[in-house]
């Protein structure tokens, strides 16, 4: 069964073409790229984006509300990133337009239990052992690293408690994540597979909500 990607997932919740768009966090620019194939007037910002009349190498802090505002603002795996949680959201929200949306693909680092952290260490040792990466270290290291390398990242609970005060929830739903840690589409399935068991927790959400107007 193929895996629904963030485009999928952001075609179900956008207004039609020509809308503006305003990704921010664009990295290559795959997405801002192929919503621009489909007609909407969008625009990828990344300190590192790539050159092209569809991108600002501008962070979100830096970029000036004008009268054209955007329809809807789209974040994949950037917003817990951002220093300044609470001033990233207000400028969000002041380039949005009324009914404006913001559609978000993230992770939680810190819903990882121990059962979900167990499973991701034997599944970079069997790569390891297939000659695809280096081996992890002991699994009690692995999970200290694992802890150490998001250090002050924003954990899932302060993101959603941020957004849900800016924004009246559309779509929730919870989405596998390690496997872009692993690589491959079949890694992708079996996540799924054993988030659908209950065996570990799905890291991943998506998410789309309305811009809440100051008198709300």
Same mark, same amino acid.
């Given at each position: 069964?193929?895996?629904?990607?963030?485009? +999928?997932?952001?075609?179900?919740?956008?207004?039609?073409?020509?809308?503006?768009?305003?990704?921010?966090?664009?990295?290559?620019?795959?997405?801002?790229?192929?919503?621009?194939?489909?007609?909407?007037?969008?625009?990828?910002? +990344?300190?590192q984006?790539?050159?092209?009349?569809?991108? /600002?190498? &501008?962070?979100? @802090?830096? &970029? %000036?509300?004008? @009268?054209?505002?955007?329809?809807?603002?789209?974040?994949?795996?950037?917003?817990?990133?951002?220093? *300044?949680?609470?001033?990233?959201?207000?400028?969000?929200?002041?380039?949005?337009?009324?009914?404006?949306? =913001?559609?978000? *693909? @993230?992770?939680?680092? *810190?819903?990882?239990?121990?059962?979900?952290?167990?499973?991701?260490?034997?599944q970079?040792?069997? =790569? $390891?052992?297939?000659?695809? #990466?280096?081996?992890?270290?002991?699994?009690?290291?692995? /999970? @200290?690293?694992?802890? $150490?390398?998001?250090l #002050?990242?924003?954990?899932?609970?302060?993101?959603?408690?941020?957004?849900?005060?800016?924004? !009246?929830?559309?779509?929730?739903?919870?989405?596998?994540?390690?496997?872009?840690?692993?690589?491959?589409?079949?890694? !992708?399935? =079996?996540?799924?597979?054993?988030?659908?068991a209950?065996?570990?927790?799905?890291?991943?959400?998506?998410?789309?909500?309305? $811009?809440?107007?100051?008198? %709300?």
């Open positions: 069964m193929a895996q629904s990607t963030f485009l +999928d997932f952001a075609r179900e919740q956008l207004p039609p073409p020509p809308a503006r768009l305003l990704e921010v966090g664009c990295g290559h620019g795959e997405l801002t790229t192929a919503l621009a194939v489909e007609g909407y007037d969008v625009l990828g910002i +990344d300190p984006a790539p050159q092209g009349d569809l991108f /600002r190498r &501008i962070r979100l @802090e830096d &970029i %000036e509300p004008d @009268e054209a505002l955007f329809d809807a603002v789209l974040a994949s795996h950037s917003l817990h990133h951002i220093r *300044d949680l609470d001033q990233a959201l207000d400028r969000i929200v002041s380039l949005l337009g009324p009914g404006g949306l =913001l559609v978000l *693909d @993230e992770h939680g680092w *810190d819903l990882a239990d121990e059962a979900t952290l167990d499973w991701l260490w034997n970079q040792r069997a =790569l $390891a052992s297939a000659g695809h #990466g280096e081996l992890p270290a002991s699994l009690d290291a692995f /999970r @200290e690293e694992w802890e $150490a390398e998001h #002050g990242l924003h954990r899932s609970e302060t993101m959603r408690n941020e957004v849900d005060a800016r924004f !009246e929830e559309r779509v929730f739903t919870r989405t596998p994540f390690l496997y872009r840690l692993l690589g491959g589409v079949a890694t !992708e399935v =079996l996540e799924q597979a054993l988030i659908d209950e065996a570990i927790q799905a890291l991943g959400f998506r998410y789309a909500g309305v $811009a809440r107007r100051p008198e %709300e």
